[in-house]
């Protein structure tokens, strides 16, 4: 059964950095893509970032948030990061941990940008 576990949201200042972790179990981690999602209040779930599996582990970004937020992943600690930086209020929202290759969701982890 696959499990994704986020953790590390908080409340953070703008202009500040804040990093995620979703903590993977359930399937062979090493070999698939992972991405980041988010969910403001009243708009619709959008990607983030994703980052594939395999070697090299290649990266690709929303617009919004190019030059500010880095997606990695350890294969060996099965987690991938999303480490924030430059934070701005619209980043506030709900982050969500997905496997594409399992169509499998994390629980989210809150992220509040304000002064």
């Known amino acids: 059964q696959v499990h994704l576990v986020e953790s590390g949201g908080g409340l953070v200042q703008p202009g500040g950095s804040l990093r995620l972790s979703c903590a993977a179990s359930?399937?062979?981690?090493?070999?698939?893509?992972m991405s980041w999602y988010r969910q403001a209040p009243g708009k619709e779930r959008e990607l983030v970032a994703t980052i594939t599996g395999g070697p090299g582990g290649s990266t690709s970004y929303v617009d919004a948030v190019k030059g500010r937020f880095t997606i990695s992943r350890d294969n060996a600690k099965k987690t991938v990061y999303l480490q924030m930086i430059s934070v701005k209020p619209e980043d506030t929202a709900v982050y969500y941990c997905?496997?594409?290759?399992?169509?499998?969701w994390g629980q989210g982890t809150q992220v509040t940008v304000s002064s």
């Open positions: 359930g399937f062979t981690f090493s070999l698939y893509a």
């Open positions: 997905y496997a594409p290759s399992r169509a499998a």
